[in-house]
T-cell receptor, first 110, second 114 residues
């Protein structure tokens, strides 16, 4: 089955800095890669996603890049703000299910 | 955030008891999923169902059971066979159409075994 590795497990940045979270996947048939944000005590919510036929996607301060050859995708957050503090999960979708990474706790200090 | 509800929000269970977690959705989604979340472990798939009256085991199905008698409902039973059931349980639903992949999550149930 699919295996998703996510790094780092924790990331501390100063407000205004950029943050990058990286994931690798094992199944070359995976074709959809979402990123979810989970604030403390709340449900995960989709923040951005990318399909396998696209190399990069941006939405305001967040962007995701995908390298299918290397089976690697990354989340980039620019101009971080304290409200960006949360746990971020990457995931990869094969035929019918999502496999999640273990999460990255992002802490943005004012 | 609306559309998927889970109850109860908190649940306490004594060892040896079975408990059932509720998940309901009014999004008319075909597929529903149950995940378990433990600190540092991410979300791990327990069971999923793509249509009514059908479901498949996920990665950690042992000690759990589900049913899908209605499109709107996908209850999860945590049985006494589950060795370490204390965790945060998340239900999700998804449209099963080509190109639609987003899963929508419920607010979760935190289960504690006393």
């Amino acid at each position: 089955g699919e295996n998703v590795e996510q790094h780092p497990s924790t990331l501390s940045v100063q407000e205004g800095d950029s943050a990058v979270i990286k994931c690798t996947y094992s199944d070359s048939a995976s074709n959809y890669f979402p990123w979810y944000k989970q604030e403390l005590g709340k449900r995960p919510q989709l923040i951005i996603d990318i399909r396998s036929n696209v190399g990069e996607k941006k939405d305001q301060r967040i962007a995701v890049t995908l390298n299918k050859t290397a089976k690697h995708f990354s989340l980039h957050i620019t101009e971080t703000q304290p409200e960006d503090s949360a746990v971020y999960f990457c995931a990869a979708k094969g035929y019918s299910t999502l496999t999640f990474g273990k999460g990255t706790m992002l802490l943005v200090s004012p | 955030d609306g559309g998927i509800t889970q109850s109860p929000k908190y649940l306490f269970r004594k060892e040896g008891q079975n408990v059932t977690l509720s998940c309901e959705q009014n999004l008319n989604h075909d597929a529903m999923y149950w995940y378990r979340q433990d600190p540092g472990q991410g979300l791990r798939l327990i069971y999923y169902s793509q249509i009514v009256n059908d479901f498949q085991k996920g990665d950690i199905a042992e000690g759990y059971s589900v049913s899908r008698e209605k499109k709107e409902s996908f209850p999860l039973t945590v049985t006494s066979a589950q060795k370490n059931p204390t965790a945060f349980y998340l239900c999700a639903s998804q449209v099963t159409k080509l190109g639609y992949n987003e899963q929508f999550f419920g607010p979760g149930t935190r289960l504690t075994v006393l």
